[in-house]
């Protein structure tokens, strides 16, 4: 299990204040192994990148209009995880989808497309050129669950998603 620490930033940012030192500091005394859950006010998409090159996978979480929660765990510590938990929560996926060569919005309408055949709980895979930022609302609106996020080169977008039909039937006759 990868120990995560909590570093809140929410006042800060309200107050008009700048906590980028601060959550540098953080990042700079943890542990091997050791990741940060932050808490924001919005997602925040430049620290992300930054951290992503830094060699650290991330879970964004909207849990309110101005409240986020981003989960940042080394890429060694996210695969350990992914391994144990993902397994059990994630299956295999049904479909891969190597979207990388197509311009916007087709990679999103071909991901719907492809979700509105699949019966609840089977998981998509997809490689995109960019972050998906408008399908993201997209699948939330739809009920599906997500993870993601950019490979080593931080060049190629990846996402693995389950489908959820909202009335909680099977896509699938």
């Known amino acids: 299990m990868v120990q995560l620490r909590e570093l809140d930033v929410r006042q800060i940012l309200r107050d008009g204040g700048m906590p980028f030192q ?89 991901i719907l497309a492809r979700l509105e055949t699949m019966a609840s709980g089977e998981v998509l895979f997809a490689l995109l050129n960019r972050e998906p930022v408008f399908l993201f609302n997209e699948l939330k609106e739809r009920g599906h669950e997500w993870i993601g996020n950019f490979d080593e080169t931080g060049s190629v977008y990846r996402i693995m998603i389950r489908a959820t039909p909202m009335d909680g039937s099977d896509a699938r006759n």
Do not use: C
Not at 22 to 28: E, G, H, N, V
Not at 41 to 69: H, K, N, V
């Open 22 to 110: 601060l959550i540098m500091d953080t990042f700079a005394s943890l542990a091997p192994g050791e990741g940060v859950r932050l808490h924001a006010i919005f997602e925040p998409r430049p620290l992300i990148r930054q951290l992503s090159q830094r060699g650290f996978t991330y879970t964004a979480r909207r849990l309110a209009e101005d409240d986020w929660e981003i989960e940042f765990l080394p890429v060694a510590a996210a695969d350990d995880a992914r391994k144990g938990d993902a397994e059990a929560i994630w299956p295999e996926p049904v479909w891969n989808l190597d979207l990388t060569d197509l311009p916007p919005p087709e990679p999103m309408e071909r």
